[in-house]
């Protein structure tokens, strides 16, 4: 069973940083692509950046430049370092484990972490 445990959201305001972290359980970590989705009340969950166990990374266009992920293999940990935060970043943050294929979808979610953006 894996477990995806994320942690580091909380109240910035626009301008400011957070960085979100994502603890994994299991040993399949270092083989599989992970990233992190977003939902915003009354919107869809969208992709924010994934990266691949060859640490190539994808973004979406909203956070590019602003945004970085990046993972730990030993520690079983992948990040999301957030900078410029805008009021329309605030949402749940979810950590997710992709599966096997090149563009497969993902086979795991974490809870969620908060992260709300105002001033």
């Known amino acids: 069973q894996v477990q995806l445990v994320e942690s580091g959201g909380g109240l910035v305001q626009p301008g400011g940083s957070l960085r979100l972290s994502c603890v994994a359980s299991g040993s399949m970590f270092r083989i599989r692509t992970m990233g992190w989705y977003r939902q915003a009340p009354g919107k869809q969950r969208e992709l924010v950046a994934r990266i691949s166990p060859g640490e190539i990374t994808n973004y979406a266009d909203s956070v590019k430049g602003r945004f970085t992920i990046s993972r730990d293999n030993a520690k079983n940990t992948v990040y999301l370092q957030m900078n410029s935060l805008k009021p329309e970043d605030t949402a749940v943050y979810y950590c997710?484990?992709?599966?096997?294929?090149?563009?497969?979808?993902?086979?795991?979610w974490g809870q969620g972490t908060q992260v709300t953006v105002s001033s």
């Open positions: 997710t484990r992709f599966g096997g294929g090149i563009w497969a979808p993902p086979d795991y």
